[in-house]
């Protein structure tokens, strides 16, 4: 099985590296003449240095080809090859996929419509403090007209996430999420935005963003701001979802390559205290929802991970499966026993049960307006809202997980 998926790297790093050639050098060539005893693995490295080191050499348009080109060829051949059987093999679900089944073109455009939203809220400069402040406090105000219109509070909070992204992406000295006259009920969404952006401008330098993230967060929040970082290492891979981001406009079209994914990103996880990395792996979990065309295939890729990262993916999509089927999620509640291993599935409603959590918190009187109707809706809602009182005790929400979660 190992021989088969380093030689199934092999092929795919030909691919990618006949596309380099394509536009950069064949003299570069050269660089590649290994022993002939030389691994499969070794050399699909050699090949990826080759195309990383092109896309280097190339600028303006010709590099945005470059990077398109190379992120549709990784897409389609990952497609390939997973079809084929090359791909890691995930828990495959012990029960009925249909309960939280969405349309294809229903799925498709929401996901689509989501990316712009975030992105109809960003924007391509600095952003002054007073501006930041109207425009979250506009989002949120505007959401709350309506506290039972998911549909509005979901775009209320991916607006703020595109604005947030920006004061990340491009710093202003005079910015801080500690601004009094902010409204707290966007300060979650708001970290997250900004841990996204940031990670991008410090390209997922953890020692630049933990400073950053301590000297412009506000007291409590800061942990949101890590959970950014998860989404952008989803983003950043290659891939057609990244094409599709970079076409949307939510990253640059020629955006780099993320850290090394050896062994699920080891060495970059391995920079962060366990309660971090849990908040990455929530962020990329989060990105595997939008990426997959449904819920079970998104959760079967999340079981292939290293057993550590699983729950907070999990979590993660299970959070951004609500948001992207907002207007579904009375019947998402009452259908999410997905049929995988318990602590998955437990992790999943969490992660459910978290973002109604959420959703309370930015616009107050969501969950007191809520009438469910089936029983496991009506057990989730009744966490929700207890785990709602709580936050709203203490004064803040946790990052990304509850209090009393189910087991």
Known sequence: MEMM????????????????????????????????????????????????????????????????????????????????????????????TSGLSVPMLAGGLRRVAGVRTVSSGALHRQVPQDELVEALSAYQREAAHSPSDLKSIVVGLWKSEGLSTTVGKYPNE????????????????????????????????????????????ARDYQEFSYEGIGAILRIYERGLFKVMSGALGLIRLDAPDGP???????????????????????????????????????????????????????????????????????????????????????????????SLVFFDWYVPGLLQSWEPAGALETELVELARAEAALSRARGFPLAFRLQNARS
Do not use: C
């Not at 590296?17 to 050269?30: D, N």
């Not at 841990?195 to 330098?205: C, I």
């Open 260 to 354: 090394d994914p050896a062994d699920f990103f080891a060495a970059y996880f391995a920079q962060y205290p366990p309660e971090i990395q849990r908040l990455i792996a929530h962020g990329y979990g989060r990105i595997i929802a939008f990426s997959n065309m449904n819920i079970y295939s998104a959760l079967q890729e999340i079981t292939t991970l290293p057993p550590e990262r699983v729950e907070g993916a999990a979590h993660g999509a299970g959070f951004a499966f609500a948001i992207m089927n907002s207007t579904d999620l009375p019947r998402m509640l009452e259908a999410s026993a997905v049929p995988f291993d318990p602590k998955v599935r437990a992790a999943f409603q969490n992660g459910l049960a978290y």
């Open 5 to 96: 998926r380093a030689t199934g790297d092999l092929i795919k790093s030909l691919a990618r590296f006949s596309w380099a050639l394509s536009v950069y050098t064949a003299g570069q060539a050269g660089s590649m003449l290994m022993p002939g005893g030389a691994s499969a693995a070794s050399r699909a490295g050699a090949m990826n240095d080759i195309a990383n080191a092109a896309g280097g050499q190339l600028s303006g348009p010709v590099r945005t080809t470059y990077a398109v080109g190379t992120n549709l060829s990784s897409g389609l051949i990952d497609f390939v090859f997973s079809t084929a059987g090359f791909g890691p093999k995930g828990q495959t679900p012990s029960g009925p």
């Open 174 to 217: 005079e910015n801080t999420f500690s601004d009094p006259r902010l409204p707290r009920a966007a300060l979650p969404i708001a970290h997250v935005g900004f841990g996204s952006g940031s990670t991008e401008a410090l390209v997922f330098d953890p020692a630049k963003l933990k400073a950053l993230f301590a000297l412009r967060a």
